[in-house]
């Protein structure tokens, strides 16, 4: 065999000298994820007193500690639903061609650009009890007391889907339009009438596109820590495991401890995306072009 | 199966698409008879497509109406119009079966549970697919795809079975096959089809009757026949296979002829529209109407350049003495550089006024 015909048979397989454009990449994942999610598994598994799961064991027997999961998935879940629903209508009837369609996908994006304190700071202002939102509702009447929408759960809620809201919209406009309009066209001529061509053409085509959406709204709204500060009440309803994981670390110095909440917070979301991607593979995944064209 | 909701006859009345001040199509008027096969002919850009989309409802009209006997259709949208159409990517719903492809329209419809298995299984079997009924669109051939696409047309029983270029994305031989299948369908279940192509071979073989049409603009409406033989303007002499097609000037009308010089050709033909004495026209004639001459000094003495085998003939490009290119199609094994002498049947020589009738011969 001369070495030219195996570097054939080699670039056949892809393996030639492009590989190495891989390279940075890789780098990159390697010092900036692998090392440091192998690094806190090995701190996790060393705290100071007891066995190698002893970190792992006061998290789940606290239940101070432990309920931070279901704090987080309390507010994370309903956030993410929201900005996936609310984009499919919205992005359902952008998905033409239209005059003023940049102006308008703008302003549903500019809030990717704000910070989460910028946000928090503008909530804090418009809904706080002094705010305009509460101080037009008292001046028209509406309510006897100012309503309480921040520094509580619905303050965080809020910030989660402002800020949320934009990378769900890109994403499933991108994947509505990927679906053939000619197959909606299809559908009209044969008697279907817009709910019908919804439901049964554009949604079972979308919704895998849904479901990744949904995994990445979730994985942003889980790590929520700035805005459950600043706009929520994070000693209580919105302590949530982002803050049991830096408190254990950076107040009580117990790096095992926060490192194991930090480890039990990636379980959860691996849980979750884990459950919504078993789901999508029960759906259509396959081409979303009506035939050769 | 029958044609569902009887009619009998739709009718076009000025039917006109804008985008963005550029005309798609302008004033088509036309009438179609039940169960009659038209054709709307004519290269792309010519508004074909855009006037099967204006009937089957995909796009508003910018002026006009579409009546189907008495009942004013272009103010319904496309799902109340009751029509079938064949896309040309055929828009298969990728996600369903076969068989439930063609089910939609029919559950679209209301119609009973058992009667829209019993129809399906009809409508399957008529394209002969009984074996794939359970795959995805995904998981068939293109001819197969196009005979969902057809199925799912037809088996709703529709007023009007629209076709867009259903046969352009196929091989030159499924296409064959696909065009008389498609003509046995029209004829089997009398169906009345509006079907777009701009192929003239397809068009001439499957219908009943033609609307050629170019710039948005009618230019003829005729059978095969009439359009085959005597277009009614240069362009689409050109476009129906004329491909000789010469810059004379009109010399003396002689009888039901007229004679013309142009190219060192003298020339008799039959004039289409009114080619005047002395003014500028285009003489039009196939190549397989010019023949080599059977004795010398009968015809024009020309060189062959350039011979293109092409089964049981050849078609040559030849050149006379003056330099004017014609191209024939002769039996004859031809050799470039071989001098021959050539006859154009002045029966088959059309000759149109030259004049700027880029508004159709009747606006």
């Given at each position: 065999?001369?070495?030219?015909?195996?570097?054939?048979?080699?670039?056949?397989?892809g393996?030639?000298?492009?590989?190495?454009l891989?390279?940075?990449?890789?780098?990159?994942?390697?010092a900036?994820?692998?090392?440091?999610?192998?690094?806190?598994?090995?701190?996790?598994l060393q705290?100071a007193?007891?066995?190698?799961?002893?970190?792992?064991?006061?998290?789940?027997?606290?239940?101070?500690?432990r309920?931070t999961?279901?704090?987080?998935?309390?507010?994370?879940?309903?956030?993410?639903?929201?900005?996936v629903?609310?984009?499919?209508?919205?992005?359902?009837?952008?998905?033409?061609?239209?005059?003023?369609?940049?102006?308008?996908?703008?302003?549903?994006?500019?809030?990717?650009?704000?910070?989460?304190?910028?946000?928090?700071?503008?909530?804090?202002?418009?809904?706080?009890?002094t705010?305009?939102?509460?101080?037009?509702?008292?001046?028209?009447?509406?309510?006897?007391?100012?309503?309480?929408?921040?520094?509580?759960?619905?303050?965080?809620?809020?910030?989660?889907?402002?800020?949320?809201?934009?990378f769900?919209?890109?994403?499933?406009?991108?994947?509505?339009?990927?679906?053939?309009?000619?197959?909606e066209?299809?559908?009209?001529?044969?008697?279907?009438?817009?709910?019908?061509?919804?439901?049964?053409?554009?949604?079972?085509?979308?919704?895998?596109?849904?479901?990744?959406?949904?995994c990445?709204?979730?994985?942003?709204?889980?790590?929520?820590?700035?805005?459950?500060?600043l706009?929520g009440?994070?000693?209580?309803?919105?302590r949530?495991?982002?803050?049991?994981?830096?408190?254990?670390?950076?107040?009580r110095?117990?790096?095992?401890?926060?490192?194991?909440?930090?480890?039990?917070?990636?379980?959860?979301?691996?849980?979750?995306?884990?459950?919504?991607?078993?789901?999508?593979?029960?759906?259509?995944?396959?081409s979303?072009?009506?035939?050769?064209? | 199966?029958?044609?569902g909701?009887?009619?009998?006859r739709?009718?076009?009345?000025?039917?006109?698409?804008r985008?963005?001040?550029a005309?798609a199509?302008?004033?088509?008027?036309l009438?179609?008879?039940?169960?009659e096969?038209?054709?709307?002919?004519?290269?792309?850009?010519c508004?074909?497509?855009?006037?099967?989309?204006?009937?089957a409802?995909?796009?508003?009209?910018?002026?006009?109406?579409?009546?189907?006997?008495?009942?004013?259709?272009?103010?319904?949208?496309?799902?109340?119009?009751g029509?079938?159409?064949?896309?040309?990517?055929?828009?298969?719903?990728?996600?369903?079966?076969?068989?439930?492809?063609?089910?939609?329209?029919?559950?679209?419809?209301?119609?009973?549970?058992?009667?829209?298995?019993?129809?399906?299984?009809?409508?399957?079997?008529?394209?002969?697919?009984?074996s794939?009924a359970?795959?995805l669109?995904?998981?068939?051939?293109g001819?197969?795809?196009?005979?969902?696409?057809i199925?799912?047309?037809?088996?709703?029983?529709?007023?009007?079975v629209?076709?867009?270029?259903?046969?352009?994305?196929l091989?030159?031989k499924?296409?064959l096959?696909?065009?008389t299948?498609?003509?046995?369908?029209?004829?089997?279940?009398?169906?009345t089809?509006?079907?777009?192509?701009?192929?003239?071979?397809?068009a001439?073989?499957?219908?009943?009757?033609?609307?050629?049409?170019?710039a948005?603009?009618?230019?003829?409406?005729?059978t095969?026949?009439?359009v085959?033989?005597?277009?009614?303007?240069?362009?689409?002499?050109?476009?129906?296979?004329?491909?000789?097609?010469?810059p004379?000037?009109?010399?003396?009308?002689?009888?039901?002829?007229?004679?013309?010089?142009?190219?060192?050709?003298h020339?008799?033909?039959?004039p289409?529209?009114?080619?005047?004495?002395?003014?500028?026209?285009?003489?039009?004639i196939?190549?397989?109407?010019?023949?080599?001459?059977?004795?010398?000094?009968?015809?024009v003495?020309?060189?062959?350049?350039?011979?293109?085998?092409?089964?049981?003939?050849?078609?040559?490009?030849?050149?006379?003495?003056?330099?004017?290119?014609?191209?024939?199609?002769?039996?004859?094994r031809?050799?470039?550089?071989?001098?021959?002498?050539?006859?154009?049947?002045?029966?088959?020589?059309?000759?149109?006024?030259?004049?700027?009738?880029?508004?159709?011969?009747?606006?």
């Amino acid at each position: 065999m001369t070495p030219v015909a195996l570097r054939h048979r080699l670039a056949e397989r892809g393996i030639d000298a492009r590989l190495l454009l891989l390279g940075p990449a890789a780098l990159f994942v390697a010092a900036l994820f692998i090392y440091p999610f192998c690094y806190g598994i090995a701190v996790s598994l060393q705290p100071a007193e007891g066995g190698p799961f002893a970190a792992y064991q006061s998290f789940f027997a606290d239940a101070y500690q432990r309920d931070t999961i279901a704090t987080t998935l309390w507010i994370a879940l309903p956030a993410a639903l929201l900005n996936v629903l609310a984009s499919v209508p919205i992005a359902y009837r952008m998905r033409g061609r239209f005059r003023g369609k940049r102006v308008l996908t703008t302003v549903l994006v500019v809030p990717i650009t704000l910070g989460t304190v910028l946000t928090a700071e503008g909530l804090l202002n418009f809904l706080g009890p002094t705010g305009w939102f509460n101080r037009v509702l008292l001046g028209l009447g509406l309510v006897d007391a100012p309503v309480s929408l921040t520094h509580n759960y619905w303050g965080v809620f809020l910030s989660l889907v402002i800020t949320g809201f934009p990378f769900a919209f890109l994403l499933v406009l991108s994947y509505l339009s990927g679906i053939d309009p000619s197959l909606e066209k299809a559908g009209a001529v044969l008697g279907a009438g817009w709910a019908q061509r919804f439901f049964r053409i554009t949604l079972p085509l979308l919704a895998p596109g849904l479901a990744t959406t949904f995994c990445l709204t979730f994985v942003l709204a889980f790590s929520v820590f700035p805005s459950a500060i600043l706009v929520g009440d994070p000693s209580g309803t919105t302590r949530v495991i982002s803050i049991a994981a830096y408190e254990a670390a950076y107040v009580r110095y117990d790096y095992a401890g926060g490192a194991a909440a930090a480890i039990v917070m990636g379980l959860v979301e691996l849980v979750v995306i884990g459950l919504v991607l078993g789901l999508r593979g029960l759906l259509y995944t396959g081409s979303t072009s009506g035939g050769k064209g | 199966m029958t044609t569902g909701s009887r009619f009998d006859r739709l009718r076009l009345d000025g039917v006109s698409r804008r985008f963005g001040g550029a005309d798609a199509l302008a004033g088509l008027d036309l009438t179609i008879e039940r169960g009659e096969f038209i054709t709307l002919l004519g290269p792309s850009g010519c508004g074909k497509s855009t006037a099967l989309n204006c009937l089957a409802g995909l796009l508003p009209l910018t002026r006009g109406s579409i009546w189907r006997d008495e009942t004013r259709l272009d103010t319904l949208p496309p799902e109340q119009r009751g029509f079938g159409m064949v896309f040309q990517n055929y828009a298969l719903f990728p996600h369903m079966s076969v068989r439930k492809n063609i089910a939609f329209g029919l559950q679209m419809r209301k119609v009973a549970r058992a009667e829209v298995r019993r129809r399906t299984d009809e409508a399957i079997r008529l394209v002969h697919l009984e074996s794939h009924a359970d795959k995805l669109p995904g998981q068939l051939s293109g001819g197969q795809q196009q005979r969902v696409a057809i199925a799912r047309a037809v088996v709703v029983e529709p007023s009007l079975v629209l076709m867009d270029e259903p046969l352009s994305n196929l091989d030159a031989k499924l296409r064959l096959e696909m065009r008389t299948e498609i003509r046995r369908l029209h004829q089997s279940l009398g169906l009345t089809t509006v079907y777009v192509t701009h192929d003239q071979e397809e068009a001439l073989s499957m219908s009943d009757r033609l609307v050629v049409l170019r710039a948005g603009r009618v230019q003829q409406i005729g059978t095969p026949e009439q359009v085959h033989t005597r277009p009614a303007n240069r362009h689409i002499a050109d476009f129906m296979g004329f491909r000789n097609l010469l810059p004379v000037r009109v010399g003396e009308m002689a009888g039901a002829g007229v004679i013309v010089d142009g190219g060192g050709l003298h020339l008799t033909g039959s004039p289409v529209g009114e080619p005047r004495p002395g003014e500028p026209a285009v003489a039009a004639i196939r190549p397989e109407d010019i023949r080599i001459a059977a004795h010398p000094g009968e015809g024009v003495e020309v060189t062959v350049e350039v011979v293109e085998y092409q089964g049981r003939e050849v078609s040559a490009e030849v050149r006379t003495g003056d330099g004017t290119l014609l191209h024939l199609r002769t039996a004859r094994r031809l050799a470039p550089k071989d001098r021959i002498e050539v006859v154009l049947d002045p029966g088959r020589l059309l000759v149109f006024p030259a004049g700027p009738d880029e508004q159709g011969s009747e606006p």
